[in-house]
């Protein structure tokens, strides 16, 4: 019989909203956990859609005060991947940049609609080209169906693109597959794209990083372990594998320059940390950025905290993919 795991028991707490954040800040904080129900058993596919359309209902309604402006989306299928190539109301003058956009949404949700919106905010706030992935989801299509679409969508970029004028993105499941798509391409000998990054990233499907328990409970946006939704995933394959949990990849074989975001709320706070740590160890340039009682994802409104992120991505976009 295996030895219990050393453990430590912490007293009941009320936990306030910080005043070292803006008012603004303060408010969403002060909102408290959003309430997401019980996860669908893993073998109920009609629950797990209906959960997908309850979650995309609630992003599309969060998204919505947030898109302005007169950008352009053009709906391309590419081998039969739906993919949002957005063009921003203001873009860079003969800008021969293009960023490869996957979405969040836990590899569960986030489609659609979502997944455009998404996009157009992507474009907005770094001026850029963007092609947004609606890539394949579970129940009906578990790994490797995502990160398949996402590199179908890599490689048609590299028919009219080098690959140092492509970055590579996304939020939670998207700087999943961001990073495994990074991964994947190395080891199936396609150039790397000039930067990858990863906001709030979910790397570790297996849930080991400390902070999985220490901000549960307190991050207001992943209220719980997304074990159920990560095994629906996985469909039976190891959860550690690096295609699955990037945290876990042969970073020595090289990787692009990565920007990492994260909060000190977030439940993904080790998978950006250590993943900082990986990456430094392996020489790769990686740019941590950490911020005070951040949620998962951000903030969910505009703040002064997310319009400092967005500058951050800005200038590490700058300095890792520079205009012409």
Not at 10 to 26: G, K, L, W
Not at 143 to 162: G, I, Q
Not at 170 to 176: F, K, Q, W
Request: aromatic share 8%; charged share 20%.
């Amino acid at each position: 019989m295996s030895e219990p795991t050393p453990s430590m028991q912490v007293p009941n707490r009320v936990i306030p909203v910080p005043t070292s954040v803006s008012p603004a800040a303060q408010s969403i904080l002060a909102l408290g956990p959003i309430d997401q129900g019980e996860w669908p058993a893993l073998d109920d596919t009609e629950g797990w859609l209906a959960f997908r359309a309850s979650s995309e209902q609630l992003i599309a309604a969060a998204l919505a005060g947030q898109l302005m402006g007169n950008d352009q989306v053009e709906d391309l299928d590419i081998d039969g991947v739906r993919i949002y190539a957005i063009t921003p109301e203001s873009p860079v003058a003969d800008d021969n940049r293009v960023y490869l956009y996957f979405h969040g949404g836990g590899l569960v949700t986030g489609g659609g609609d979502c997944c455009r919106d998404f996009g157009r905010m992507t474009a907005a706030h770094t001026g850029l080209k963007v092609w947004a992935v609606d890539y394949r989801m579970p129940p009906e299509s578990p790994y490797p169906a995502a990160l398949d679409d996402c590199m179908v969508a890599y490689r048609a970029l590299l028919d009219s693109y080098p690959a140092d004028r492509i970055l590579v993105g996304g939020a939670s499941a998207g700087g999943n597959l961001a990073a495994a798509l990074s991964l994947r391409a190395r080891d199936e000998g396609l150039p790397l794209p000039a930067a990858t990054v990863l906001l709030t990233p979910e790397l570790d499907l297996t849930e080991s990083g400390d902070s999985f328990q220490t901000n549960l409970g307190i991050d207001m946006v992943l209220t719980r372990s997304l074990m159920p939704a990560n095994q629906l995933y996985a469909a039976g394959h190891d959860l550690s594998d690096p295609y699955l949990s990037p945290l876990f990849g042969d970073f020595d074989k090289g990787f692009p320059p990565t920007f990492l975001c994260t909060g000190t709320r977030d439940l993904f706070l080790s998978n950006t940390v250590r993943m900082h740590r990986i990456l430094r160890a392996a020489g790769i340039e990686a740019d941590l950025n950490v911020f005070e009682a951040m949620p998962h994802g951000g903030f969910m409104i505009p703040t002064p905290e997310d319009e400092d992120m967005k500058a951050e991505v800005n200038r590490f976009i700058q300095v890792h993919c520079p205009q012409p």
